[in-house]
């Protein structure tokens, strides 16, 4: 619950000190389990360092036990570690192995959510056939099951594949969708990738005023359970000349300007850097504009 509402401190914590028991009792299951976990909450406050140690450590312990529930949890962990490293080769080689143990298991939830792990990579290396196909079936999946989290999460990877074949209108419905249901959760790292995507398809329209308004509110998500993806959101706010917070009101007067509206399109920037796609792109309006890739939250239940 702690890592579900995005409270990765406490989560880290309770973690660690489970993590001691274990190994103070001699379980090494309990240790491996701990291992996996402490791992997600670490990928999720941008530590990769740690979990790659953490992860390797776990599936040895797994291997050792012949547990195949848990050598499939902890290959998907590293799927999503190699993910967010940039190894998309070998992070699809991994969720494509757990993939395989938790068809073999029966294991439904856990083929949803490495489902849409590996829709994410698909996404990350161009095959958006392949990424639709996983993030349906995710959802497809989780809507049989009535797992809604899982369901905001496809949806929201629904969303990102439409925008980055320039479908910014069906990309926001996916993430209004995924926005309603995290909400409901609670379940706050995912209500901000939500209100990410709904910015960046106004972003894409040419609607920077809207825009404006639901990057905010991701920041502000992002920042209070403090993730590295509130730094991805502030780069494009700055990228695109929008304010962080919400501006003062205009004081009073004949000469004052008046605020850009929904319609008003956001004037273009010269120099902008060669970098990664996903953060130095053309201003919205361009076809060829690539969103920022919005981290999924690791599932680890």
Request: aromatic content about 4%; glycine content about 10%.
């Given at each position: 619950?702690?890592?579900?509402?995005?409270?990765?401190?406490?989560?880290?914590?309770?973690?660690?000190?489970?993590?001691?028991?274990?190994?103070?009792?001699?379980?090494?299951?309990?240790?491996?389990?701990?291992?996996?976990?402490?791992?997600?909450?670490?990928?999720?406050?941008?530590?990769?360092?740690?979990?790659?140690?953490?992860?390797?450590?776990?599936?040895?312990?797994?291997?050792?036990?012949?547990?195949?529930?848990?050598?499939?949890?902890?290959?998907?962990?590293?799927?999503?570690?190699?993910?967010?490293?940039?190894?998309?080769?070998?992070?699809?080689?991994?969720?494509?192995?757990?993939?395989?143990?938790?068809?073999?298991?029966?294991?439904?939830?856990?083929?949803?959510?490495?489902?849409?792990?590996?829709?994410?990579?698909?996404?990350?290396?161009?095959?958006?056939?392949?990424?639709?196909?996983?993030?349906?079936?995710?959802?497809?999946?989780?809507?049989?099951?009535?797992?809604?989290?899982?369901?905001?999460?496809?949806?929201?990877?629904?969303?990102?594949?439409?925008?980055?074949?320039?479908?910014?209108?069906?990309a926001r419905d996916q993430h209004i969708r995924a926005l309603a249901i995290t909400r409901d959760l609670g379940a706050s790292p995912e209500?901000?990738?939500?209100?990410?995507?709904?910015?960046?398809?106004?972003?894409?329209?040419?609607?920077?005023?809207?825009?404006?308004?639901?990057?905010?509110?991701?920041?502000?998500?992002?920042?209070?359970?403090?993730?590295?993806?509130?730094?991805?959101?502030?780069?494009?706010?700055?990228?695109?000349?929008?304010?962080?917070?919400?501006?003062?009101?205009?004081?009073?007067?004949?000469?004052?300007?008046?605020?850009?509206?929904?319609?008003?399109?956001?004037?273009?920037?010269?120099?902008?850097?060669?970098?990664?796609?996903?953060?130095?792109?053309?201003?919205?309006?361009?076809?060829?504009?690539?969103?920022?890739?919005?981290?999924?939250?690791?599932?680890?239940?």
């Open positions: 619950m702690q890592r579900w509402t995005g409270n990765y401190s406490a989560a880290l914590a309770s973690l660690e000190q489970a993590l001691v028991l274990a190994r103070g009792s001699d379980d090494l299951r309990a240790e491996a389990c701990a291992l996996q976990l402490l791992s997600a909450a670490q990928l999720e406050t941008g530590d990769y360092l740690a979990p790659a140690v953490n992860l390797a450590r776990a599936l040895d312990l797994y291997r050792s036990l012949g547990h195949r529930q848990g050598q499939a949890q902890t290959l998907r962990f590293l799927g999503i570690l190699l993910t967010r490293t940039g190894d998309y080769p070998a992070a699809g080689a991994r969720l494509r192995q757990a993939l395989e143990i938790f068809g073999d298991l029966g294991d439904r939830p856990y083929q949803a959510w490495t489902l849409n792990d590996l829709g994410m990579v698909q996404q990350l290396t161009g095959d958006y056939p392949a990424a639709a196909a996983s993030h349906q079936h995710a959802l497809e999946l989780c809507r049989d099951l009535g797992e809604r989290l899982g369901q905001a999460e496809a949806l929201n990877g629904l969303g990102e594949l439409l925008l980055r074949t320039s479908a910014a209108g069906p209500q901000a990738r939500a209100l990410e995507g709904i910015g960046n398809s106004h972003l894409h329209d040419g609607n920077p005023g809207q825009a404006a308004e639901y990057l905010r509110q991701a920041l502000a998500i992002y920042q209070r359970i403090g993730v590295p993806a509130a730094q991805r959101v502030q780069e494009t706010l700055q990228r695109h000349r929008l304010p962080s917070t919400t501006p003062d009101p205009p004081a009073s007067g004949p000469q004052q300007r008046r605020p850009p509206t929904a319609h008003t399109r956001p004037t273009p920037q010269a120099g902008h850097q060669k970098g990664r796609p996903s953060r130095d792109t053309p201003l919205a309006g361009s076809t060829t504009e690539q969103p920022p890739t919005a981290e999924p939250p690791v599932r680890a239940w």
